[in-house]
């Protein structure tokens, strides 16, 4: 059984998510659209969601690539979409302004080579962080029919004006993504752990996370680890509160070092300090994910 749950959540289900997935399949085989984006909270699930879509046009012969936006990428023009140009970064890209429109019309051309004329599917995580050039050359590609682009976006981060523009163009949809239900979180559970979970049990971690499927993960992971999770005759319980895991707080610690110095205030306030402590206890907890939330 536990060789089963470890398995499945390697993969985490995905779940409450059809009629996002019912957009991406309905704008990926229309021709008026150039792309998606998936615009939410931290731990919502955008990334997952994201990956699935590009699974789902894989499965039907769409080639796919993904790149990532990060404060280290976004110090090199065309880093993170190094694997899209012909020649990789190359001269072209060391100043990454130098010749663009040539460079651009020369990547669209080596793609459309590459991949036989077929509209490859690119995921764009963490969007808002990908540097000035490498979001022009996107634009260029999604407006040119050569990409279809998915790109994620976390509340509170500017929206870079590439998506902005395909939007207002009306080539560009939108799903904003939100918690998971008490239903959804329940049939969550049941998928990963591969059996029902006991009601109180599944009531306190509907307490703690609210839905928040990357915290459900995280807790379901430490609870299997330190044994609080059990099962016995096909249901699981919990044998102990749920408990701060090193990896959460890792999480929450990296989420903070990317907000402004306003937002890293908390940081050092009394809560996160008892989020460190060795027993969790879910009011300060349930504040602090809050203000990692943010507010709406």
């Not at 909270?41 to 990060?70: F, I, M, Y």
């Not at 090199?76 to 190094?82: E, N, S």
Request: net charge neutral; aromatic share 6%; charged share 25%.
């Amino acid at each position: 059984m536990l060789a089963g749950v470890a398995m499945a959540l390697l993969r985490w289900p995905i779940v409450g998510r059809r009629s996002e997935l019912e957009v991406f399949e309905r704008t990926l085989t229309s021709d008026g659209y150039a792309g998606l984006v998936i615009h939410g909270r931290p731990g919502v699930g955008k990334t997952r969601l994201a990956d699935e879509c590009r699974n789902q046009a894989a499965a039907s012969g769409h080639p796919t690539e993904r790149v990532v936006g990060s404060r280290t990428t976004a110090l090199l023009p065309l880093g993170a979409v190094a694997a899209l140009l012909a020649d990789g970064l190359g001269r072209s890209g060391l100043d990454g302004q130098d010749h663009a429109p040539a460079l651009f019309e020369q990547t669209r051309r080596a793609l459309h080579q590459r991949h036989c004329g077929r509209r490859l599917v690119i995921v764009a995580d963490d969007v808002s962080l990908l540097d000035d050039v490498s979001l022009a050359l996107l634009g260029y590609l999604a407006v040119q029919g050569t990409i279809f682009l998915i790109a994620t976006v976390r509340t509170g981060e500017p929206v870079p004006d590439l998506l902005t523009d395909l939007w207002r163009d009306g080539r560009l949809e939108r799903v904003d993504l939100h918690d998971l239900s008490r239903a959804h979180l329940d049939t969550l559970l049941h998928l990963a752990l591969g059996g029902p979970i006991e009601a109180g049990a599944g009531q306190e971690f509907w307490e703690v996370t609210r839905g928040n499927p990357l915290y459900v993960h995280e807790l379901v992971l430490g609870a299997l680890e330190l044994g609080a999770l059990v099962e016995r005759s096909g249901v699981w319980h919990l044998e102990d509160r749920l408990t701060a895991t090193s990896r959460l707080l890792d999480l929450v610690e990296q989420r903070i070092g990317g907000l402004s110095a306003e937002a890293r205030w908390w940081s050092c306030s009394p809560c996160v300090s008892r989020w460190k402590s060795a027993t969790w206890r879910r009011p300060p907890l349930r504040e602090c994910w809050s203000r990692w939330n943010g507010p709406g």
